[in-house]
């Protein structure tokens, strides 16, 4: 099985940046769509971005769009989600999902079938 380990996640206040980072060990992501979701206290899990093995499709959630970045170095089997102008209401523990359909690029979770264990996200208001 693919194995996920996400880092990058701080305490940041409102406004500020962070990149997280997902690297992948036993096997590279080349043919692994990617997605990255996010989950508050008290909130179901919810799509963030996704993108295609070749980086040529992309989505975003709308609640991201503009202030969040997804892009991938299948070389060095990392997918990265660079988050900019960041709100409280970004707060939250940020997971990394691999789809092995190339293309599929998903927005709900049940698409992905190997997941990280999340890192922690915190913005201040």
């Known amino acids: 099985q693919v194995q996920l380990v996400e880092s990058g996640g701080g305490l940041v206040q409102a406004g500020g940046s962070l990149r997280l980072s997902c690297a992948a060990s036993?096997?590279?992501?080349?043919?692994?769509?990617m997605g990255w979701f996010r989950q508050a206290p008290g909130k179901e899990r919810e799509f963030v971005a996704a993108i295609s093995w070749s980086g040529g499709i992309i989505y975003y959630a709308d609640s991201v769009k503009g202030r969040f970045t997804i892009s991938r170095d299948n070389a060095k089997n990392t997918v990265y989600l660079q988050m900019n102008s960041l709100e409280p209401e970004d707060t939250a523990v940020y997971y990394c999902?691999?789809?092995?359909?190339?293309?599929?690029?998903?927005?709900?979770?049940?698409?992905?079938?190997?997941w990280g264990q999340g890192t922690q996200v915190t913005v201040s208001s």
């Open positions: 036993g096997r590279t992501l080349s043919a692994y769509a």
């Open positions: 999902a691999a789809d092995p359909i190339p293309n599929g690029v998903g927005i709900v979770a049940a698409s992905y079938d190997y």
